[in-house]
T-cell receptor, first 116, second 112 residues
Framework: NAGVTQTPKFRILKIGQSMTLQCAQD?????MYWYRQDPGMGLKLIYYSVGAGITDKGEVPNGYNVSRSTTEDFPLRLELAAPSQTSVYFC???????????????FGPGTRLTVL | KQEVTQIPAALSVPEGENLVLNCSFTDSAIYNLQWFRQDPGKGLTSLLL?????REQTSGRLNASLDKSSGRSTLYIAASQPGDSATYLCAAMNTNAGKSTFGDGTTLTVKP
């Protein structure tokens, strides 16, 4: 199993540009998440999904959009990039539901994004 | 709203020392609590997950405890090694919808 994969690893954007961060998992997990981590800080939830076709906002959703057309993929779209979106973005997944252990989260390696 | 605090922000110890990392949360109605390790420039690696009904979990030299009534979790690392140097984060999950609140982490340095 590859686990949770993310592409690209690094990206530099100009203000106003758009891009999509890709995330995929091969563990047949129902739940998927997008977080951002600013330097020296913990992770903040951007969006999450409890299954294909279902998404919901997290703590910091402004400036982002997501879709979940398949169980495996959960792309994050940045429209009109701003310097405040400079951060490291992590995708995670968990099996979800039932026992609390089903919500153990597994993380991808992250995408380091700089907006200039 | 759940708030998670990790103190201290940084800790430096000599090799071989036993140590405790602290995690405090404000809402005791948690579903589970998970401890992660993060190496510089890397993603998060899950270390231990404690269910709300459990008091502790162990994996090798690591032991995590949970006290919901006081809003605290601790991560105990026995016989620390330089390879344990990393940032350790805790995350409290409040519902089975999977939304977690993370602390800012404790950066541990183990000196040879």
């Amino acid at each position: 199993n590859a686990g949770v994969t993310q592409t690209p690893k690094f990206r530099i954007l100009k203000i106003g540009q758009s891009m999509t961060l890709q995330c995929a998992q091969d563990m047949n997990h129902n739940y998927m998440y997008w977080y951002r981590q600013d330097p020296g800080m913990g992770l903040k939830l951007i969006y999450y999904s409890v299954g294909a076709g279902i998404t919901d906002k997290g703590e910091v959703p402004n400036g982002y959009n997501v879709s979940r057309s398949t169980t495996e993929d959960f792309p994050l779209r940045l429209e009109l990039a701003a310097p405040s979106q400079t951060s490291v973005y992590f995708c995670a997944s968990s099996h979800g539901g039932g026992s609390p252990t089903n919500n153990e989260q597994f993380f991808g390696p992250g995408t380091r994004l700089t907006v200039l | 709203k759940q708030e998670v605090t990790q103190i201290p922000a940084a800790l430096s110890v000599p090799e071989g020392e036993n140590l405790v990392l602290n995690c405090s949360f404000t809402d005791s109605a948690i579903y589970n609590l998970q401890w992660f390790r993060q190496d510089p420039g890397k993603g998060l690696t899950s270390l231990l997950l404690i269910q709300s009904s459990q008091r502790e979990q162990t994996s090798g030299r690591l032991n995590a405890s949970l006290d919901k009534s006081s809003g605290r979790s601790t991560l105990y690392i026995a016989a620390s090694q330089p390879g344990d140097s990393a940032t350790y984060l805790c995350a409290a999950m409040n519902t089975n919808a999977g939304k977690s609140t993370f602390g800012d982490g404790t950066t541990l340095t183990v000196k040879p």
